[in-house]
């Protein structure tokens, strides 16, 4: 297996890391806007230039000399970017021209040793010369002049910072004829072709949603066991949706962390609209929602309209109570009290309270996740589907219409994420909502389906004599 090289844009805020990132990538995974600090988490994505592919990390605007508050999050995040990867490019803005701050930011770089590219970026139209003359005196090398919104450039920037990384490993080839592989190449060779045959299970979509300053950054975190994300005591910490890779108990994940639902009114900033697009796209992307609720707050319309759109696109769900440690008996039963008044639609969701910074309760949400991502995906057999139709029609038949009862022959799976169950039968468009309810309950028990919404459609059959 080739050997994937870590590249890590940084530089000051607004110099274009979160464009050049989208170029890399070939997406717009990163939010990009004339708007500084807008990127503060790292960002991870896959970018390949001719054969050689890469992994780059798109990285907050970086102020190495801040102490305290946010700046200080996302010099850490950005520090950590740096520690992990094979190279880092520095960008540096030519319109813009140096400052103290790149100089800041250069020594910064020459202390930690890392090996170093120096990007000057926003230099169309310029000539090469004139646009990284300057640059010169930040002491890291030959400057790269590009455009990231014009693409210029960015190939010669790559094969630049490439040059002598990823390379393939080295093997060992045995010639028949002369020596003989070892028992232990050979037990290696066979273990490898089983994995290599082993079926592909895919990772599980785990997005995590809520208003904004309810812990989410802060449970991925504690998942994590590191400072992956920044968690802040200030809503809003958290605008773009970054998606983590994770592996606990043989169960493969993507987390995604996004960025807090306010309520519509209260949505200023044009940057605050795309991050609720984002957000809301990475529930449709999900495989399974983690709803969290603060149970420090009341339980507010704005919790039900999320709840509801979760309901809407038929993702499977968790709800988590956060900050549940900080309440005496009398405030957990009136949180109890206001989430099944309020949220009672979402009776098929495992809940669970848990205190995300303490970590307490948090192992059993990971559980009730793969319960709930089993049971949007599982396959139901049509002869069982039928027997349970027919054993909750004996029990309770559907109320008549008229002179006509609707008769329900048989049924079968129709879709998954969420599971879709058809019902075929007779005079079949009477069917009230009420029993619609009595067959979901009754499917649910008996597949086990907690977690997941579930969809019943009906099919009457064509009656060729309805017109006589």
């Known amino acids: 297996m080739s050997f994937k090289p870590v590249v890590a844009l940084v530089g000051r805020p607004n110099v274009g890391k979160s464009t050049l990132f989208n170029r890399l990538t070939r997406s717009r995974s990163a939010l990009v806007a004339d708007f500084s600090g807008l990127t503060r988490d790292r960002h991870y994505g896959e970018g390949r230039v ?38 880092v490019i520095f960008l540096v803005d030519a319109r813009a021209g140096v400052n103290a701050h790149d100089h800041d930011i250069a020594r910064l770089l020459r202390k930690l040793g890392q090996r170093v590219v120096l990007c000057v970026n926003k230099a169309e139209g310029m000539l090469h010369g004139s646009a990284v003359a300057e640059f010169h005196e930040l002491g890291l090398g030959q400057p790269s002049a590009i ?7 960015i ?29 232990e190449a050979l037990k290696a060779a066979a273990a490898a072709a089983a994995e290599d045959a082993e ?13 904004p300053n309810v812990g989410k950054s802060t449970l991925i975190n504690t998942l994590l066991g590191e400072e992956r994300v920044i968690a802040f005591d200030m809503p809003g910490t958290t605008r773009d949706a970054i998606e983590i890779e994770f592996d606990r108990g043989g169960k493969q994940y993507t987390l995604i962390d996004t960025a807090g639902l306010r309520k519509r009114g209260k949505v200023f900033e044009a940057i605050e609209k795309f991050s609720v697009i984002k957000t809301l796209q990475a529930i449709e992307a999900s495989n ?38 900080g309440l005496d008996n009398e405030q957990r039963e009136r949180i109890q009290r206001e989430f099944d008044r309020k949220l009672r639609f979402l009776s098929f969701a495992r809940l669970h309270t848990i205190s995300a910074l303490r970590g307490q309760g948090v192992n059993n949400l990971l559980k009730s996740v793969n319960s709930a991502h089993a049971a949007a995906f599982a396959k139901l057999s049509t002869p069982k589907l039928t027997r349970e139709l027919q054993a909750a029609v004996e029990q309770q038949p559907p109320p008549r219409k008229g002179i006509f009862r609707p008769k329900m022959r048989y049924a079968h799976q129709g879709g998954q994420n969420p599971p879709l169950i058809i019902v075929h039968g007779n005079a079949l468009d009477s069917i009230s909502d009420s029993y619609r309810r009595y067959l979901e309950g009754r499917f649910r028990d ?23």
């Not at 008996?446 to 309805?466: C, D, H, M, Q, V």
Request: avoid cysteine; charged fraction near 25%.
């Open 147 to 153: 455009s990231a919104a014009h693409g210029e450039g």
């Open 288 to 325: 399974v929602v983690l709803l969290m609720i603060d149970a420090q707050q009341e339980v507010s319309d704005q919790d039900a309209h999320i709840a509801g759109f979760i309901l809407e696109t038929g993702r499977a769900l968790v709800v988590a109570i956060n900050k549940w440690d």
């Open 446 to 468: 008996a597949f086990e389906l907690a977690g997941t919404p579930l969809r019943i459609e009906f099919k009457s059959s064509f009656n060729p004599y309805a017109d006589n």
């Open 50 to 87: 001719g054969e050689k592919p890469f992994i780059v990390v798109d990285t907050g605007g970086f102020e190495p000399v801040a102490k305290d508050g946010i700046l200080h999050q996302m010099a850490r995040q950005t520090q950590q970017a740096i520690a992990e990867a094979d190279v």
């Open 199 to 211: 079926p592909f299970e895919h990772r599980i979509k785990l997005a995590i949603v809520g208003r």
């Open 155 to 183: 190939s010669d920037l790559i094969e630049h910072a490439l040059v002598g990384l990823g390379k393939e490993p080295v093997v060992e080839v045995f010639d028949a004829d002369d020596v003989e592989p070892s028992e």
